[in-house]
């Protein structure tokens, strides 16, 4: 009998559940349930439908009883800096708010009244992001004071997730370092700042590394999914996911976990947290084995994604990316970047208003608006290397690609035109893979992170685009 461990990778925009066991010395995934996600206006806002999603969690668990793949651990991923704050009896309370949201407006000057911009980044080396866990308590604290005063227990998704499955509450060291209030000193979080800050500090939990069991099903949800297993924590960040899957055995390796962001960097041991390092805009996020996922945040596929939408998703990406081929010569581009792209009410007005501000051409057909979204991604691309290159002192000669967005052949090639570097891409279900090494690795399937990425790169291979 094959032993089996499961992944529940939850994206902003949908959820799945993959099955893994060893076969001839590879991983083979079996994707059995996928659900749609996204967020819900409620009261305003953009929110989290937690009800649905642990809902579609259960479901999926139900399946592995329903096919007899019954797996001996599983782990929860999603997206960072989103959470939930519950009261003495567990009960979440308020709105579970989005990072899309608009309440985080006017929220970092809020913080900068406390802590200058530049000491926050010294003390966590974490890039500014309007929407970082720091700033959304922020706006709890300034709109909704009542709620943050009742708050007893501050969980990430993740980990309130899998806290309705065992009834413990654990908190992820990974995906709690992306929110600007863990210290990359002490890898815990940063208590004098959250004082500092007026949050109450009872609320926040140790934090746990990847690996650490959480327990068991509840006795509830065990009767519901007919079985039971262990939960345990993969890297609940699920960047953090895919950058273990990266399946390189070379220390000195650029990569991007490609989806509906892009966020490009590299591995160090030591986090850096110099003005130029802020000035770049670069982050030091937790990685598996406290290794510093030192790395940019670019706006990724959702610009293409949102463009595909809005033409009611009559095109496939394949066609999409054919017909900004053929315009290539197109001469506009946007910083994907700005502010303006995080969450318009229309993408393709806000590329053409964007060319219009900068005195570009303003593309019309839809292979132009593809060209502009591509370009700017592969030159933004471009520009990070030479960023990290001069504020490392390292040559990095080769790019991997993991992630969804490594399935994206015309952006893999303009990104090796672009950068001058070789890129190797795949594989397509970085995060999902690297839920499981987490689970693996803490049961000795794999002896160390370099074993196992050398057993993804075995597994699923990579393809080559050549600079």
Not at 227 to 249: K, N, R, W
Request: net charge negative.
């Amino acid at each position: 009998m094959a032993t089996y461990y499961l992944a529940v990778d939850i994206g902003a925009s949908s959820g799945r559940h993959i099955l893994c066991h060893m076969g001839d010395g590879k991983m083979i995934l079996e994707e059995i349930h996928r659900f749609e996600n996204g967020m819900i206006k409620k009261d305003g806002h953009r929110c989290w439908d937690t009800e649905h999603l642990f809902k579609e969690i259960k479901a999926g668990i139900k399946k592995c009883k329903e096919i007899g793949k019954l797996p001996v651990s599983m782990g929860i991923d999603t997206w960072a800096v989103d959470y939930v704050l519950l009261d003495e009896n567990d009960k979440v309370l308020g709105n579970t708010y989005g990072y899309r949201d608009h309440r985080m407006e006017g929220m970092d000057e809020e913080v900068y009244k406390i802590i200058p911009e530049k000491d926050l980044y010294a003390r966590t080396g974490i890039q500014k992001q309007i929407f970082n866990t720091i700033y959304q308590l922020m706006a709890h604290k300034v709109q909704e004071p009542e709620l943050l005063a009742k708050a007893k227990t501050f969980l990430m998704l993740p980990d309130y997730f899998q806290f309705l499955l065992t009834g413990n509450k654990v908190s992820e060291y990974t995906n709690a370092t992306s929110g600007q209030l863990v210290s990359p000193t002490t890898k815990q979080w940063d208590m004098e700042l959250i004082g500092m800050l007026g949050y109450p500090k009872e609320m926040f939990l140790p934090l746990s590394m990847p690996g650490t069991v959480v327990g068991k099903f509840s006795k509830e949800v065990e009767e519901e999914v007919g079985f039971s297993c262990e939960v345990i924590l993969p890297a609940t960040h699920d960047t953090a996911s895919a950058v273990m899957a990266v399946p390189t055995q070379s220390e000195e390796c650029l990569y991007i976990s490609s989806g509906t962001w892009s966020l490009m960097g590299v591995e160090n041991k030591e986090a850096i947290c110099s003005m130029e390092s802020m000035e770049k805009n670069f982050t030091n996020e937790g990685g598996y084995e406290y290794r510093f996922r030192y790395l940019k945040n670019i706006m990724g596929l959702w610009m293409i994604q949102s463009v595909r939408h809005e033409l009611n998703d009559a095109y496939s990406f394949a066609q999409l990316c054919d017909m900004a081929d053929e315009v290539r010569v197109f001469p506009s581009r946007v910083d994907v970047n700005d502010n303006v792209f995080l969450a318009p009410e229309n993408m393709t007005e806000a590329i053409k208003q964007y060319c219009r501000d900068t005195n570009q051409q303003v593309p019309e057909t839809v292979g132009e608006l593809a060209t502009v979204i591509y370009q700017s991604l592969a030159e933004s691309y471009a520009e990070t290397v030479k960023e990290i290159e001069a504020i490392t002192g390292v040559h990095y000669p080769a790019i991997n690609i993991v992630g969804g967005g490594s399935n994206a052949v015309y952006l893999n090639q303009l990104t090796a035109e672009k950068t001058g570097r070789t890129v190797y891409a795949g594989p397509g279900e970085g995060t999902a893979i690297g839920n499981l090494m987490a689970q693996m690795l803490k049961v000795g399937e794999f002896k160390d992170l370099k074993e196992a990425r050398q057993c993804v790169f075995d597994s699923f291979g990579v393809k080559t685009y050549p600079a």
